[in-house]
């Protein structure tokens, strides 16, 4: 179904039936920290918090902060509540696709986190979003899900047919609604010239109260366009903004922050970003180039 039409709750229904079975645990994969983050505060909706789990290379630093906002101190209880996520072993965990894949791909030794693995069902997000190499470490995972009987669900938009291909997964049965995409959620204009073209256009939107989002194909050429926009129309910096995937961690937790903020605060702005966006963020804009 299209992106913001309800997938998220969908694979989570999907889940939730299956868990009545002979599983007891939820997994639920994204491609980036962000998104996973994101995910994890709004699993908390649907479950209890001391039952949902986060995991990827910076989830311990992520969950210090919001433990530490609650509660005024790290001590020893989130200590041991950690080392209980870290393993998959909260009934719902959210992780980033390679965190699980380091855990799984090599099913070897029998140790608490493939116990927990062989005892969940597996929703796998954004799947057309990986490279080749990924894909390779994927189809191999899906393999050994088949081989133990472990449950999975694989989320996107639109799956093209040479993922399908690669995966191994044109015989998967399909779960869609098709008049969700009878619906218009947005207005598509085509211009017959590049962007480049027409900066004055984008600047005449952003007058007219609107937040506008623009995607380049390459970081010289969103770079090039955040400096033009900027001294061409002198902007500050919380009227533009510049995202790509060359900042360092620290500077890009910070940018997601202030785009989160200056959407919440309704204020016109422009982000100009690479396609990383569409994967890293989970955000609306009134207009988008």
């Not at 639920?28 to 709004?42: A, D, F, G, I, V």
């Not at 790290?74 to 009934?91: C, G, Q, R, T």
């Not at 947005?186 to 939107?205: G, H, M, P, S, V």
């Amino acid at each position: 179904i299209p992106t913001g039409e309800g997938k998220t709750e969908g694979s989570l229904l999907w889940a939730i039936r299956n868990i009545y079975n002979k599983n007891t645990k939820i997994i639920y994969t994204l491609p980036t920290q962000t998104t996973s983050n994101k995910l994890y505060e709004r699993v908390q909706n649907f479950f209890d918090k001391k039952e949902c789990g986060l995991i990827h290379s910076n989830a311990e630093i992520f969950l210090e902060k919001v433990y530490e906002k609650e509660n005024g101190v790290v001590d020893e209880d989130f200590k041991s509540d950690f080392l209980i996520s870290k393993s998959f072993n909260k009934p719902v965990t959210v992780s980033t696709i390679d965190s699980l894949l380091k855990y799984f791909i090599n099913i070897g030794r029998f140790n608490i986190a493939t116990k927990n693995f062989l005892n969940s069902v597996i929703i796998i997000d954004e799947v057309h979003s990986y490279d080749f190499k990924l894909m390779g470490f994927l189809k191999r995972f899906l393999e050994l899900c088949c081989e133990y009987d472990v449950k999975v669900c694989l989320m996107s938009a639109s799956i093209p047919n040479k993922i399908k291909e690669l995966l191994n997964i044109k015989n998967y049965p399909v779960i869609t609604q098709n008049n969700l995409f009878k619906k218009k959620a947005n207005k598509i204009i085509k211009r017959d010239y590049e962007l480049n073209n027409d900066f004055d256009f984008i600047f005449e939107k952003f007058q007219e109260s609107k937040n506008i989002l623009i995607i380049r194909n390459s970081i010289k050429s969103a770079a090039d366009t955040y400096k033009y926009l900027k001294e061409k129309f002198s902007l500050n910096n919380e009227e533009i903004m510049l995202y790509h995937s060359t900042f360092k961690k620290i500077d890009k937790q910070k940018k997601e922050a202030l785009i989160f903020e200056s959407l919440a605060s309704k204020k016109p702005f422009i982000l100009v970003a690479t396609q990383i966006v569409e994967i890293s963020l989970d955000i609306d804009f009134d207009i988008m180039f």
